[in-house]
């Protein structure tokens, strides 16, 4: 361990279980600011073994999947990531949040959530309605009302292009991710 914060590598290689640019950069801008060295993050399309929009428990367990179908098939990184958005019901509300898994090069797993942003009722109506999951609805939904900007982008439809799902994202990566990082000090190395 640094005297400082978190390991240090050398070229730093960290591999994200997804195929998307978006996340890729995410990924990157995040793990930037965490790791105290130059860190390159490259995607593959790593499978999530869950539904497409995952419910409760499937969420953290797509995010832990998408790492480990990295970790298999792209050894030699120091780190594999997945990620999962997906559903969650509390109090009698459904909120969308997000789940981060991160694999360390010795297999040890941390990971971190997001908050949660509500489900609007108008989606869970047309899901009720319709008896089709959120992502199904979702790109229903876009075709007929959302706007170039906010395409593939739930929490931007939710909110009109207020806040973006890219912030659930980099929240839940920053919650695991930390643990890996924080300076000698910190309660996680203790």
């Given at each position: 361990m640094s005297k400082e914060?978190?390991?240090v590598h050398h070229n730093m290689k960290i591999i994200i279980g997804s195929g998307s640019e978006r996340?890729?950069?995410m990924a990157q801008k995040v793990a930037s600011q965490l790791f105290l060295e130059a860190v390159t993050v490259i995607g593959y399309p790593a499978k999530?073994?869950?539904?497409?929009?995952p419910w409760d428990q499937d969420t953290c367990r797509g995010a832990k999947n998408r790492a480990l179908d990295v970790q298999k098939h792209q050894p030699g990184a120091q780190y594999y990531l997945?990620?999962?958005?997906?559903?969650?019901?509390?109090?009698?509300?459904?909120?969308e949040e997000a789940w981060a898994a991160v694999i360390d090069q010795d297999g040890k797993e941390f990971y971190g959530y997001s908050s949660g942003l509500k489900v609007p009722d108008f989606i869970l109506?047309?899901?009720?309605?319709?008896?089709?999951?959120?992502?199904?609805?979702?790109t229903i939904i876009e075709r007929d009302f959302a706007d170039s900007t906010t395409l593939n982008e739930t929490w931007g439809n939710y909110s009109?292009?207020?806040?973006?799902r890219e912030i659930s994202?980099?929240?839940?990566?920053?919650?695991a991710l930390?643990?890996?990082?924080?300076p000698d000090h910190s309660f996680y190395h203790k």
């Open positions: 914060r978190g390991p996340k890729i950069k999530s073994g869950v539904s497409d929009t997945g990620l999962e958005s997906g559903l969650i019901e509390r109090y009698g509300h459904i909120y109506k047309k899901m009720d309605d319709l008896k089709m999951e959120h992502c199904d609805v979702m009109g292009g207020a806040i973006l994202l980099e929240e839940a990566l920053r919650n930390i643990q890996v990082t924080a």
